[in-house]
């Protein structure tokens, strides 16, 4: 399979995106309960989504990091979702991209993207990279207040699929289905995706 070195892979349908996150049950279960975030859930802080589940279990050791051992999926509204895209900057600029333009952008920015290497079920490397977004001001309280739709604990779902794992077994009809995600041209420049 030959896959865009920066392309979003994700679970989506018409109207919502699913992106992932892990926490401490103390804020994973009251916002699994209210199905949003609420306190002790900070606003102030950026929060980090990510759309590839395995860049997410990358990120958490299968839900067992300190802190993350909570792991959500999060339906979003598509629409906030490419709010979030039109509103950001990369972290890092990329080569050739005017300095000053970008560092303008990026103190204007709510949301900052980064590529960075998808990952296996194993945690090991791919030749091609995965989105996260990273969500402060303006695009917190867009994803808190309007954009969420649903918030599902998955971390028993997490935890068979560790376990199979640890047992050798092939895990790829466990993994939750993602498809390349439909980007408008200016959007994909936006966010440095890889474009045909």
């Not at 560092?103 to 990952?119: A, H, M, N, T, Y």
Request: glycine share 6%.
């Amino acid at each position: 399979m030959n896959v865009p070195y920066r392309q979003i892979r994700a679970a989506f349908t018409d109207d919502a995106i699913t992106v992932y996150q892990a926490y401490d049950p103390a804020i994973a279960a009251p916002a699994v309960a209210a199905q949003r975030f609420v306190p002790p859930f900070r606003r102030e802080r950026m929060t980090w989504i990510k759309p590839s589940f395995l860049w997410m279990m990358y990120r958490c050791g299968w839900a067992t990091k300190p802190g993350q051992t909570r792991v959500l999926a999060v339906d979003i509204a598509r629409e906030g979702f490419e709010w979030a895209l039109r509103h950001s900057c990369l972290s890092h600029p990329d080569p050739g991209t005017d300095h000053d333009v970008w560092k303008r952008r990026l103190r204007e920015s709510p949301v900052r993207i980064q590529w960075d290497p998808e990952r296996d079920p194993h945690h090991n490397a791919l030749p091609y990279r995965s989105l996260q977004v990273g969500l402060s001001g303006d695009a917190v309280a867009g994803y808190v207040d309007r954009w969420t739709l649903r918030i599902t604990d998955l971390t028993d779902r997490v935890e068979d699929i560790r376990r199979a794992l640890r047992a050798g077994n092939d895990v790829t009809g466990m993994l939750p289905t993602e498809h390349p995600y439909p980007l408008p041209v200016e959007l994909a420049e936006t966010i440095g995706a890889s474009t045909p």
